[in-house]
C-alpha cells in the first residue's frame, strides 16, 4: 500500500513537473485561463474598434440597394475624385520610392556628418500634424505667402490646385518608405556590398544584384504603406485642396463633402472604397511577410557556404564574384 501510494505520489509530482515545460515550449509560462483571457480581450477589441466599424461602413454603403451604391460610385464628382486620389499616389509614390532608398542607404551604409540630423528630418512627419504641414505651404505658396506674388506673376498655381496636394502628400509620407528601410539595412551590414566592390563590381552593379535583393520585402512593405497612406491622407491636403469639387477634391474630401449635405448612403458607398484599399492592403501586407518568412527559413535550412580561401571579412564571396562578372 506504502509502495502503491508512493508511486501515485511520483506520478502526479511528474505530471505537476510536466505542466511548466509544456507551458514554456508553447511558448508562455501562464495558465490556460490566463491566456483565454488575454486572446478573448484581444479579439474583443479588435471586434469593436476594428470589424465593426467596418461592417458598418458597408452596410451604410448598401442601405438602399446596389443600384443606389453603383450610382454614388458613377456620380461624376466621385470619379473626378477617384482620379485625383491615383494621379496623386501615382506622383507621390515613386519620388517617395526614390527618396526613400536613397536615404536609407546613405544612412545605413555610410558615415557623415549631418547624418543624425537627417535621421531626425525624416522623422519631422510623424511628429508634425498633418494640418500643420498644410499650413506649411499655404504659408509658402499661398497667394500672401512667401512666394506667392512671384508665382502669380508666373501665373504658377500651386495652393488649391494638384501640385499642392501632391506636396502635401509627399511631406506626410515620404518617411514610410526610408523608416522600413533603415532598420532592416542596419542589421544587414555592409559585408557584402564590400565583398562585391573588392571583386570590381560597379556602385549600380552592388545595388541591384547586392542590396536591393537583401531589402525587397522590407522595400514593397514599405511601398504599400506609403501608398495605402498617400491614398487616404486627409489633413493636409484639405488644408491644401480647396475643397473645389470636380477638380481638388480627393476620396477622403468628397467623403465629407458627402457627409456634411447629409447624403450618408453616398458618402459611404465612397467611404467603401478606401475600405477596401485598407483590406486589399491588409492582404497583401500579409502575403509579403508569409513570403519573406518562407524565404528566412528555406535560407536557414540551407548549409552555409563559404569557398575556401575567402577571407574573413567577405562572407558571401562567391555572390560578389558573380555580380563583379
Known sequence: MSTAHTQVSAGAKASAGARPVRR?????????????????????????????????VFTEALRKGLG???????????WSAIRLTLITAAIALPLN?????????????????????????????FSVSPVVAGLIYVLLFGAQGWLGPWLQAHDIKIIFAVPGIVLATVFVTFPFIARELIPLMQAQ?????????????????????????????????????????????FGAVSVVSGHIRGQ????????????????????FAVASLLAILALVTLVIKSV???????????????????????????PHAATAAAVAG
Open 24 to 56: 514554456a515550449r508553447a511558448g508562455t509560462t501562464e495558465s490556460a485561463w490566463v491566456r483565454c483571457a488575454l486572446i478573448g480581450l484581444a479579439l474583443g477589441f479588435i471586434g469593436l474598434f476594428l470589424v465593426l466599424p467596418l461592417a458598418a
Open 68 to 78: 443606389a451604391y453603383l450610382e454614388a460610385l458613377r456620380e461624376p464628382d466621385a
Open 97 to 125: 520610392l526614390v527618396f526613400g532608398v536613397a536615404a536609407a542607404w546613405a544612412i545605413a551604409k555610410f558615415e557623415f556628418r549631418g547624418k543624425s540630423f537627417l535621421t531626425t528630418l525624416i522623422d519631422l512627419p
Open 189 to 233: 551590414g555592409n559585408d557584402e556590398e564590400q565583398a562585391a566592390i573588392v571583386l570590381g563590381a560597379s556602385g549600380w552593379q552592388t545595388f541591384r544584384h547586392v542590396t536591393l535583393p537583401n531589402i525587397k520585402w522590407g522595400l514593397l512593405y514599405g511601398v504599400i504603406l506609403c501608398n495605402a497612406r498617400a491614398m487616404g491622407e
Open 248 to 267: 481638388t477634391n480627393t476620396i477622403p474630401l468628397h467623403v465629407e463633402i458627402l457627409y456634411n449635405e447629409y447624403q450618408s448612403v453616398a458618402a
Open 288 to 314: 509579403v511577410e508569409w513570403r519573406h518568412e518562407r524565404e528566412l527559413a528555406a535560407g536557414a535550412a540551407l548549409p552555409p557556404e563559404r569557398p575556401q580561401g575567402a577571407s574573413s571579412f567577405i
